[in-house]
């Protein structure tokens, strides 16, 4: 049994009917107390409880690439990143000569960049979504894979429409557009997949060490119970199909 509760100690604690007012007191009621909301404006925002560092501050860590044309951070300052770098190498400009003259003309999308439009156009109008694969947006890719996948009849572009919208990232304060089918960013949605992924494959370690125990239906009863947590949900259809192969009580 101790083993049963330790395990169950390290899942997530079940969610308060009135969990989402962090207000009420507790840890957030004291961090809030000690917090100055002066503390460098131009990257704390207390409204989301959100820090974005900037390149521009001294105190920052990090800056930007010593190319004038190229907006990749880097740390310590004053180096080139490694695209920069790399032609720097292959080139007869003294460092400084070429900081001022290379742009730098990549194929790729920096990492928590903004993509280029979708190129689909229909009427003259343009989708305005960002590209997500074959030139396309997450919508329109789907829709012309279906179509291709299926081998249905006509052009899948006669039903498909330009979008004149982009769909906000949903985390807070995060200009980038939303990009998948959950609303995320390409940077968030990369973020929440790995977050899955490690928590599935914690608890297939936390179940798997439960496995020869009679009390294992009850870890799965206690995942169910707290399936209001964003991840747990996952959680569940994971432990389901794990329980399923265990032996009864």
């Given at each position: 049994m101790s083993s049963i509760s330790s395990a169950?100690?390290?899942?997530?604690?079940?969610?308060?009917?009135?969990?989402?007012?962090?207000?009420?007191?507790?840890?957030?009621?004291?961090?809030r107390g000690h917090l100055d909301p002066a503390w460098r404006t131009s990257e704390w925002r207390q409204d989301c409880w959100l820090f974005t560092g900037?390149?521009?501050?001294?105190r920052s860590s990090v800056a930007l690439c010593r190319t004038e044309a190229c907006d990749t951070v880097v740390s310590p300052?004053?180096?080139f990143c490694p695209f920069c770098k790399e032609e720097q190498?292959?080139?007869p400009l003294p460092d400084a000569e070429f900081a001022r003259a290379f742009v730098p003309v990549r194929n790729r999308v920096a990492f928590g960049g903004v993509p280029e439009p979708c190129s689909f156009t229909k009427d003259g109008q343009r989708c305005v979504r960002p590209r997500h694969c074959k030139e396309l947006c997450a919508t329109h890719y789907t829709q012309w894979k279906t179509?291709?996948?299926r081998k249905t009849a006509g052009r899948w572009e006669d039903?498909?429409?330009?979008?004149?919208?982009?769909?906000?990232?949903?985390?807070?304060?995060?200009?980038?557009?939303?990009?998948?089918?959950?609303?995320?960013?390409?940077?968030h949605a990369q973020r929440?997949?790995?977050?899955?992924?490690?928590?599935?494959?914690s608890l297939r370690v936390r179940i798997s060490c439960l496995a020869s125990s009679s009390s294992v239906r009850s870890v799965a009863v206690v995942l169910r119970v707290r399936a209001g947590e964003g991840v747990v949900?996952?959680?569940?259809?994971c432990a389901a199909s794990m329980c399923s192969r265990m032996p009864s009580a």
């Open positions: 169950l100690s390290r899942l997530p604690a079940p969610r308060a009917e009135n969990a989402g007012d962090l207000d009420g007191g507790g840890w957030a009621a004291w961090l900037s390149v521009h501050e001294p300052a004053n180096i190498k292959r080139s179509h291709s996948t039903t498909a429409v330009p979008y004149a919208d982009t769909p906000a990232c949903p985390a807070p304060a995060c200009p980038l557009p939303g990009l998948y089918g959950r609303g995320l960013c390409r940077h929440w997949m790995a977050f899955l992924i490690r928590s599935l494959s949900g996952c959680w569940r259809c």
